[in-house]
Structure formats: C-alpha cells, structure tokens
C-alpha cells in the first residue's frame, strides 16, 4: 500500500510538471501571436503615416495648383492637420499596447478614418482637374488608410470582451 502511494504521488507530481510546462508553452505562443499583431498594426500603421504625410506635404507645398481649394486652407495649416491626426494614431497605438486592445483600435480606427478625407478634394473639383501626382497621393493616402480599417476589422474581434461588447 505504501508503495503505491509513493508511486501515485510521484505520477501526481509528474503530471502537474507536464501540465505547467504545457501552461507555459500556451502562454508563450499567445504572447507571440500578441507581438505579430502589434507589429503588424504598427507597420500598417507606419504605411498609412507615410502616405498621409506625403499626400499632406504634396498639399502644402502645391497648394496653389489644388483646384477649387478655400484660401483659408494654407501650408502651416495643412501641416498642423497632419500633426493632429498623427498625435490620433500614436495615442491609439499606445492605447493598444499600454491600456486596452479594444479602446486603442477605436482610435486607430478613428485615425485611419481620417485618411478619407483626402476624397474631398473630389467634392472641390473632378478627379481630372487634377494632376497625376495629386491623384497618386490622395488614392495611396486612401488606400493605405482603407488596408489598415481592414487590418483592425481582423482585430475588432478578439478584443470586443475587453470592454463588453459581446
């Protein structure tokens, strides 16, 4: 009887060993799959920033040669727009990393919605009032801006919990 049980303890302790190291291993893969994601969100991201920033740069230093453009629109304007929306994005990407997955995406979302805007050009004028430059940056601007939205849509749905969206 003695035996046995020195034999069951030491199948106990076996097992709990084997179950820790498979806790370990789960929460090592999960952790992993966490960091692809940040660095996949930060790339689009960074993608997304880039081609804002040439399409707002372009605007700023062709301002004139923008079709239909209100005066009251000027470079220093048009630069500190820019500025704004990045402050969005960067906020939403520490919000992610550093509070809530849910509430960071939000405005990450909200950040990447802001890339539409550069559509309004087309309510001010046609698409071929334009020049090829002004349409290559306003539909990169989008583009980018419309990868990352589809890049969060992926995202929504494993962080909804966090904040009881389910």
Not at 73 to 85: D, F, K, M, R
Request: glycine share 8%; net charge positive.
């Amino acid at each position: 009887m003695e035996q046995r049980r020195k034999h069951s303890g030491y199948q106990w302790g076996n097992t709990l060993g084997r179950s820790r190291a498979a806790c370990i291993a789960a929460a090592r893969s999960l952790i992993k799959r966490a960091m692809r994601r940040a660095y996949k969100l930060l790339a689009l991201m960074t993608l997304y920033g880039a081609a804002s920033l040439l399409h707002f740069v372009h605007n700023a230093v062709y301002i004139q040669d923008y079709p239909n453009l209100p005066k009251w629109i000027t470079p220093l304007g048009v630069y500190a727009s820019w500025c704004v929306i990045a402050v969005i994005g960067a906020l939403g990407y520490w919000l992610y990393l550093k509070v809530s997955r849910a509430y960071g995406l939000m405005a990450i979302a909200i950040y990447a919605l802001l890339g539409f805007g550069g559509l309004d050009h087309y309510v001010l004028a046609p698409i071929g009032a334009h020049s090829v430059a002004m349409n290559a940056t306003i539909i990169a601007e989008v583009s980018a801006a419309s990868a990352l939205l589809i890049f969060i849509a992926y995202l929504l749905p494993t962080s909804r919990k966090r904040i009881g969206l389910s």
